[in-house]
């Protein structure tokens, strides 16, 4: 049973066309890669995924529910949330500062337990960002920055993880940590790798989708991991 289905999706900018009818499928619990040129389309199939830009047509189904015409919150509720390229940290808050913006996404102004739950989830899983907990985000480094970025998106509790080329610019070790971190979360979280890293995605994904020119040809291999069921919100990272 697949987690995420695209059917004949397209998306772009204004009038410009830059994923041209993608069409395929990923089963909950798997790791995928889509891999391609700069300019290929990775970064805007990721975004339309996440509703962070809108499909200029087709359908977007995710766990048996159609979510093409879903915004970013919506989706979000849903068990999808995105990891931007850039990481788009909040630079003038502190670590704990932007692991708790995520309770407005609950419409809470106050953590609950469920909130402390997937904090302490998030410090066991990226120790040094619980050593920087008040430091500014803007004076971490690189690898500290994208753990946070990591963790801001899990303190959601996703289903469906997008990364969108979560090794940029970090050093080896750095990348090592993440391929760690994200490896013992596979069980609980389907992740899809837009990455240029060979090592993040042998470590990380067992099948990946080519994209050229914004179009998607066929993915060669089959995930070697077993698929993992879906899991609601209360079984997901907490």
């Known amino acids: 049973m697949s987690d995420l289905s695209l ?36 970064s805007t199939l990721l975004k339309v995924i996440a509703g962070a830009l809108p499909t200029q047509r087709g359908s977007i189904t995710f766990a048996g529910e159609a979510v093409e ?3 970013a919150a919506q989706r979000v509720a849903r068990g999808i949330a995105l990891v931007p390229e850039g990481r788009q940290i909040i630079r003038d808050l502190t670590v704990q500062g932007n692991l708790d913006i995520t309770l407005l996404g609950r419409r809470r102004i106050t953590a609950d337990r469920r909130h402390h739950e ?39 509790g996703p289903r469906l993880l997008l990364l969108d080329e979560p090794s ?26 837009a990455e ?20 998607i040809s066929a993915s060669p291999g089959q995930d070697r991991r077993p698929a993992m069921p879906a899991m609601n919100d209360h079984t997901t990272v907490k």
């Open 7 to 42: 059917r004949d999706v397209s998306a772009g900018y204004g009038g410009l066309t830059v994923v041209h009818g993608a069409t395929f499928a990923v089963r909950a619990g798997e790791g995928v890669g889509v891999v391609g040129p700069n300019g290929a389309g990775k």
């Open 118 to 156: 997937r904090l302490d989830t998030i410090y066991t899983l990226f120790p040094r960002l619980a050593d920087r907990r008040r430091v500014r985000g803007g004076e971490l480094s690189g690898g500290e920055q994208q753990m946070l970025a990591i963790g801001r998106a899990l303190m959601c």
């Open 196 to 215: 240029h890293s060979t090592a993040m995605l042998d470590g990380l994904t067992g099948r990946r989708l080519e994209i050229r020119m914004g179009r």
């Open 69 to 71: 015409r879903r915004g």
């Open 168 to 193: 940029l610019g970090l050093a080896a070790p750095v990348v090592t940590q993440l391929i760690e971190a994200l490896s013992s979360i596979r069980s609980q979280v389907t992740l899809i790798l």
